[in-house]
T-cell receptor, first 119, second 112 residues
């Protein structure tokens, strides 16, 4: 079945550094991917919609210069947290829409998430 | 709308009982809804979906009910099992980019 892979699963970085998280669709092409953030015991909050070949669309209140999103190919989107601070520590989850013949256009697959800890 | 950072409500049920998890959505224009299950430290897992032209949809041990009048969604789990313990989220699809927005979620604990 379709799989969305995130890498790394866990990352610890020092305050002030940048960290990149990858989201890959393994057996389908995804022109649209979504990035979510989740704090412990809270819901998933949509951060941005990643569109292949164009700029990402950010949700209100999300700093686009801090959370850089690049969707350079049909199977890969990356989220870079720049100048990370401890308050950026969170669970980051991506999802990808399968718009191929198998998908209905709204078939969404989620990755397993990436834990970011900023120390 | 999107989660506003509230802590998850909780629901505890005895094994074998039925569970009902509720969700309110905000946008009357939303036309597609999905229930997800999330186990600790993992990504959301699809359970069942429903479109706005339906009131009810059944799956294996699960039923989703949609009340568009009051913008309310519910997930019913029959004969709840310990493996059902998880956090359950409803998600609505809306917006020009068909984005998925998640509700607050409910933490379900099944007591053996």
């Amino acid at each position: 079945g379709a799989v969305v892979s995130q890498h790394p699963s866990w990352v610890i970085c020092k305050s002030g550094t940048s960290v990149k998280i990858e989201c890959r669709s393994l057996d389908f092409q995804a022109t649209t991917m979504f990035w979510y953030r989740q704090f412990p015991k809270q819901s998933l909050m949509l951060m941005a919609t990643s569109n292949e070949g164009s700029k990402a669309t950010y949700e209100q209140g999300v700093e686009k210069d801090k959370f850089l999103i690049n969707h350079a190919s049909l199977t890969l989107s990356t989220l870079t947290v720049t100048s990370a601070h401890p308050e950026d520590s969170s669970f980051y989850i991506c999802s990808a829409r399968d718009q191929g013949p198998r998908g209905s256009g709204n078939t969404i697959y989620f990755g397993e998430g990436s834990w970011l800890t900023v120390v | 709308g999107e989660s506003v950072g509230l802590h998850l409500p909780t629901l505890s049920v005895q094994e074998g009982d039925n569970s009902i998890i509720n969700c309110a959505y905000s946008n009357s224009a939303s036309d597609y809804f999905i229930w997800y299950k999330q186990e600790s430290g993992k990504g959301p897992q699809f359970i069942i979906d429903i479109r706005s032209n339906m009131d009810k949809r059944q799956g294996q041990r699960v039923t989703v009910l949609l009340n568009k009048t009051v913008k309310h969604l519910s997930l019913q789990i029959a004969a709840t099992q310990p493996g059902d313990s998880a956090v359950y989220f409803c998600a609505e699809i809306r917006g020009t980019g068909n984005q998925f927005y998640f509700g607050t979620g409910t933490s379900l604990t099944v007591i053996p």
